[in-house]
């Protein structure tokens, strides 16, 4: 064995080559149970991906599929990014934007019909380019289109492709080249009499320095910037015509036609990967997301992503790298890892066009490489279990170190580079290796797992020990926290970490404290650490956890990086030079470079729909509701494409309650609000939640019914205080009134008192009582009872506001018989009423005081008969007679029918009418109803 290993020289593999490519995720686009064909695809500014399809327009997230539009018997042509929506051509020739409720209509023109619409790219001020094949270039701006074809100076009429420069300017690919528009005129020119190595460009694409790239249908792709030469790119080019192009991060990407979506990585000079048989269909779209990852649609219901920060290598040239069980980088851009048939060096990119390199050398497989590192001097060293280590020099010489040579135990677990060589761990504690030999050490440690150089000491991550510390000079170590550790990590920052099955992240400078210990996958097997993007990743068989050690926050990103079920060897994790990490698994040999959008926790959550009672309402400024349909309903979105179902939501309806509600729905409802002012905040997060993180807020206004509007309050207070002021000021005439018809009631019984007891009246009475004392004592004893009688009622009524028909005729009719004792058969009284009408009501005493004024005022004597007539006609009482006037007026108070007025007032609206026509005194009084 030893003599094997001796004589270990390297040797080159040339082994049939296998395809290595970045992560890709599928992501079905199925509304329903529909399988559409996907065709065309674009991004809106919010991240969701939107789709052309025959199915009609679609839109997803990651985690739903909506239909935004449907298109009978039009297929869409063409499809652009519009801010949070997109602008689409159909095949009838409309142009049309589409955003979260509708599409809206842009441009109709026949010639968009006829000459099919390719693409479309939209300018930061709105300008929309659409390209067309046979009608040119079209700029359409603030409602008018200009058009530009071949004779204003382009190539060619068939217009393959668009991409955006920095200023504003379009490149346009063509089938006799590249044209550049400012929307004005053409700038710029690229054929192949300019030197381009082919004039039918079919894809075009701007870089992040604005560089413009082109892919060809024969001569592959090259770059070129105006008023430069072009240059041909990764030549020889053997993946057939390129369909599409996308470039960023350092990548470019081509949809080819005979090998599917191809990957240049541009920092190499033969850096080319080609996808697996699965996904060598011919896309039909390529898309560049905002996270550097690329899409393409291949005319199924699937949408593939790939990630070029996870690039995953199962196999390369025949050697299966599932089973790697130690790994290592040097510092000459190369990484070394092993198997159980033996080790092996790559250069640090897995490119279809790099061989693999193997050192020949007999392993037994009882005694497996566990550990690899790269020592200052570039000698490689591998540890085994139960056969030492292994030390490869750089002209690859090796030598076995083992207990003969002074190591504790010859069952070693890892190898670490230091300063002056390599620390060896072992079952017996540790051992240090330099150009002086073999130093043993902390055999205190016992079961050592790894071991690190950190400042002026070793840290010893070992099996149920705990941390311990070597410090310089000393043969003993020391104790820094108890417990099973399997790895620790010298972080950029200078601080070392330390993780174990159970322990989190462990500081194990000074105090020893430990972060997310609960979490996966320090809930199973942990095997290794790593630090990358400034976080440090904990890698173990439930998962992979990031720890930001600036923050504190921890993030699970094992979907993230698609290593959900991996598993593998202790350690099997190095750094290259280009600060990549690598990690050996169950999944194969895994570059890992993530970068910022990777670990975002804090995404940006964006309303999509607003709902009002089922109706979908525009919520830009706020909404308003009635508030007889006012049940909400809410519906929004984030994305995180590395790993959609990771995505969560909070969000809270201020007004209604200030409780934060966490969901992973994506829509929020709300039974009827009532009135007043609400505020619908939301965030989205990836991990923990962020208590800090700002909110996207909505105003939602729902109105009051309209007697609860501000200005019918207002109104109605104001009316409340009007009528109470009116009530109160009625109430008070009421009142005055009401004293003023005592006042004149009294006065009525007063006057019709006055009138019964005047000294003529009196005097008269009483001669005709001596008269008929004299003559007639029987008639004499019933003019005393009359007279009696007469007072007697008049008292009985004069408290009363009415009283019958009837009741007023007996008083007219006792007081008439005493006036007739006086006037004899001078008057006469004639009576016309109904019998349906003396149930009706009067104001007492309003006969008599009518019937006195008519005797004072009139000659009753010396002529012919004075007759009153008394009838009841239309609903009322008139009391009439012949106007007879006397030669010297009676003294008058002037009272009678003053009163009499002013008290019906009081009791009916309809008036007291008193005529003087045709030698005939009337006064018409209305019947009133009768008191209840």
């Known amino acids: 064995m030893k003599r094997l290993l001796l004589i270990a020289a390297l040797l080159a593999l040339p082994v049939t080559l296998l395809a290595q490519y970045p992560l890709v995720r599928a992501f079905e686009v199925r509304p329903g149970q529909q399988r559409p064909r996907v065709d065309r695809i674009a991004q809106d500014s919010r991240g969701l991906i939107w789709a052309a399809s025959d199915a009609g327009l679609l839109r997803t997230d990651g985690e739903t599929v909506e239909v935004m539009a449907r298109f009978e018997n039009e297929r869409i042509a063409a499809i652009g990014a519009d801010g949070p929506g997109v602008v689409i051509a159909v095949s009838s020739g409309a142009l049309l934007r589409c955003g979260d409720a509708r599409c809206d209509t842009l441009l109709i023109d026949s010639l968009l019909s006829g000459a099919r619409v390719s693409a479309i790219a939209r300018r930061h001020d709105g300008t929309l380019y659409i390209g067309t094949h046979g009608s040119g270039l079209w700029c359409w701006q603030a409602g008018a289109a200009q058009r530009f074809d071949s004779r204003s100076g382009m190539p060619d009429d068939h217009v393959n492709d668009l991409a955006l420069l920095d200023d504003g300017a379009v490149v346009v690919a063509t089938d006799q080249g590249l044209a550049v528009c400012d929307g004005r005129r053409i700038t710029g020119r690229m054929g192949e009499s300019e030197g381009a190595p082919d004039n039918l460009v079919h894809s075009v694409a701007v ?12 001569s ?5 910037r105006m008023g430069a030469a072009p240059k041909a790119v990764a030549q020889p080019w053997e993946f057939g015509a390129i369909r599409h192009l996308a470039v960023g991060g350092g990548y470019l990407w081509a949809a080819t036609a005979l090998h599917g979506p191809v990957v240049v990585d541009l920092a190499l000079e033969h850096g080319t990967y080609r996808p697996d048989s699965t996904l060598r269909k011919e896309p039909l779209d390529l898309l560049l997301d905002r996270d550097g990852a690329v899409w393409w649609s291949d005319g199924t219901e699937a949408l593939h992503r790939a990630d070029p920060a996870f690039l995953f290598v199962p196999d390369h040239e025949g050697l299966d ?4 069980t130690a790994l290592c980088a040097d510092g000459r851009q190369s990484i070394w890892f092993a198997t159980r048939s033996g080790i092996y060096r790559h250069v640090a990119w897995f490119s279809e066009e790099r061989k693999v390199t193997r050192l020949p050398v007999e392993l037994d497989p009882r005694t497996p490489v566990v550990s690899l590192a790269s020592a200052p001097d570039g000698t490689i060293w591998a540890a085994t279990f139960g056969a030492g280590a292994i030390a490869i020099s750089p002209d690859g010489h090796a030598r076995l170190i083992t207990e003969t040579d002074g190591l504790p135990n010859n069952n070693v677990l890892s190898v670490r580079s230091t300063k002056d060589g390599v620390v060896l761990s072992t079952l017996s504690g540790i051992a240090f290796v330099d150009t002086e030999g073999v130093h043993a050490a902390a055999s205190d440690a016992g079961f050592a797992f790894d071991a690190l150089t950190c400042g002026a000491s070793t840290l010893i991550a070992t099996d149920g020990k705990g941390i311990r510390a070597l410090d310089a000079g000393s043969s003993a170590s020391r104790e820094l926290r108890t417990g099973t550790y399997y790895s620790i990590l010298h972080a950029d920052d200078g601080r070392c970490w330390a993780i174990g099955p159970g322990t989190g992240f462990c500081a194990a400078n000074g105090d020893v404290a430990c972060v997310g210990a609960q979490l996966p996958p320090f809930d199973g097997d942990v095997y290794a650490l790593g630090e990358s993007a400034g976080r440090l990743l904990a890698f173990g068989s439930t998962g992979v956890l990031a720890f930001e050690p600036g923050t ?3 993030m699970d ?37 993530p970068h910022e959008a990777h670990f975002r926790q804090r995404l940006e959550a964006a309303l999509l729909v607003v709902q009002v009672a089922g109706e979908g309402m525009p919520h830009a400024g706020g909404i308003r509701a009635s508030h007889d349909r006012s049940a909400l309903t809410l519906h929004f979105t984030a994305t995180h494409w590395s790993d959609p179902q990771a995505v969560r939501f909070q969000y809270r309806l201020l007004g209604f309650s200030d409780r934060v509600i966490d969901t992973r729905d994506r829509e929020a409802a709300f039974p009827e609000l009532g009135p007043g002012q609400y505020t619908f905040q939301l965030r989205a997060y990836v991990g923990a939640p962020q208590p800090d993180a700002p909110w996207t807020s909505l105003l939602i206004t729902v109105d009051p019914p309209w007697w609860r509007q501000p200005w019918v309050m207002v109104g109605m207070v104001l009316l409340a205080v009007i009528i109470a002021v009116l009530i109160v000021r009625a109430r008070d005439r009421r009142l005055r009134f009401r004293d003023r018809m005592e006042q004149e009631r009294v006065r009525f019984q007063l006057e019709a008192l006055r009138s019964q007891v005047d000294p003529h009246f009196l005097f008269n009475s009483f001669n005709a009582l001596v008269e008929l004392i004299e003559t007639d004592s029987a008639r004499a004893v019933e003019h005393v009872e009359q007279l009696s009688t007469f007072f007697r009622n008049v008292l009985q009524v004069r408290d009363r506001e009415r009283i019958t028909l009837s009741e007023e005729l007996k008083l007219l009719e006792n007081y008439f018989a005493l006036e007739q004792r006086r006037f004899g058969d001078a008057i006469g009284l004639e009576l016309a009423v109904d019998e349906a009408c003396l149930s009706r009501g009067v104001v007492p005493l309003t006969l008599q005081l009518l019937v006195e004024n008519a005797l004072k005022h009139n000659v009753v004597v010396g002529g012919a008969r004075f007759l009153i007539r ?19 007026p009676p003294r008058s108070t002037g009272f009678g029918l003053e009163a009499i007025t002013k008290r019906y007032a009081a009791l009916t609206d309809r008036p007291i009418i008193v005529s003087r026509e045709g030698g005939v005194f009337e006064v018409r009084v209305p019947l009133i109803d009768s008191e209840p």
């Not at 870089?207 to 024969?218: I, P």
């Not at 008394?870 to 010297?888: C, E, F, K, Q, Y």
């Open 870 to 888: 008394v009838s009841a006609i239309d609903d009322a009482l008139v009391v009439s007679n012949a106007i007879r006037p006397r030669a010297t």
């Open 552 to 554: 504190g926050n921890t």
């Open 321 to 324: 790298l599932r089973g790697i």
């Open 207 to 218: 870089d992040e320095q604005g560089l413009v790239w082109a892919g060809t249908d024969r």
């Open 557 to 593: 990103v094992t979907g993230t990086f698609g290593m959900a079920g991996a598993t593998a060897e202790l350690n099997a994790l190095a750094k290259d030079h280009a600060q990549a990490l690598w990690l050996a698994c169950s999944k194969g040999l895994v570059r890992l470079r």
């Open 220 to 224: 592959g792709v090259f770059n070129w």
